[in-house]
């Protein structure tokens, strides 16, 4: 059956749609666009899955093991409420000295709010971070630059407060 379907009466002519096939046409058009909005990159997926990755990390105290999502590089650039902090190794130390064992390490938990490309070899990411502690609650919020380095997505830069 068509879905447009042109009635002459008396020389006028009258359309009529049919409902069912208008119904089908709208839901596939709907359904089309809805997928190419909200469909992830391959390359967002796995910047979000690499996040993930750190939150597990994190909750097991494994601090190297939260590491491995930031660039091993003197460059790497950690911003925090103590200033500016250099390269991967500094940042693991620093890490280390503020979060000496798994209670003040607590548990982890990350609100993505926006995951934007910058380009074809940059993402900006910014979230929401929370650590559950026995010793008191903390929170803050992170702005995350990652660039994809021998195909592999890791953050080069991080400001968290």
């Given at each position: 059956?068509?879905?447009?379907?042109?009635?002459?009466?008396?020389?006028?002519?009258?359309?009529?749609?049919?409902?069912?096939?208008?119904?089908?046409?709208?839901?596939?058009?709907?359904?089309?666009?809805?997928?190419?909005?909200?469909?992830?990159?391959?390359?967002?997926?796995?910047?979000?899955?690499?996040?993930d990755?750190?939150i597990a990390?994190?909750?097991?105290?494994?601090?190297?093991?939260?590491?491995k999502?930031?660039?091993?590089?003197?460059s790497l650039?950690?911003?925090?409420?103590?200033?500016?902090?250099?390269?991967?190794k500094?940042?693991l130390n620093?890490?280390?000295k503020?979060?000496?064992?798994?209670?003040?390490m607590?548990?982890?938990?990350?609100?993505?709010?926006?995951?934007?490309?910058?380009?074809?070899?940059?993402?900006?990411?910014?979230?929401?971070?929370?650590?559950?502690?026995?010793?008191?609650?903390?929170?803050?919020?992170?702005?995350?630059?990652?660039?994809?380095?021998?195909?592999?997505?890791?953050?080069?830069?991080?400001?968290?407060?």
């Amino acid at each position: 059956m068509h879905m447009l379907t042109i009635v002459r009466i008396n020389g006028l002519s009258y359309y009529h749609i049919n409902s069912n096939s208008m119904k089908k046409w709208l839901l596939a058009v709907f359904s089309f666009f809805t997928v190419c909005v909200y469909a992830q990159s391959k390359d967002e997926t796995a910047i979000r899955q690499s996040l993930d990755q750190q939150i597990a990390a994190w909750n097991r105290g494994d601090i190297e093991g939260f590491m491995k999502t930031y660039w091993e590089s003197d460059s790497l650039m950690f911003i925090g409420t103590a200033g500016i902090t250099y390269g991967w190794k500094n940042t693991l130390n620093h890490y280390k000295k503020s979060y000496p064992d798994t209670s003040a390490m607590g548990k982890l938990k990350f609100a993505i709010l926006s995951v934007k490309e910058l380009s074809a070899e940059y993402f900006h990411v910014i979230g929401k971070w929370h650590l559950q502690r026995t010793a008191g609650n903390l929170e803050g919020y992170f702005t995350l630059i990652f660039r994809k380095i021998k195909g592999r997505w890791v953050i080069i830069a991080d400001h968290s407060s």
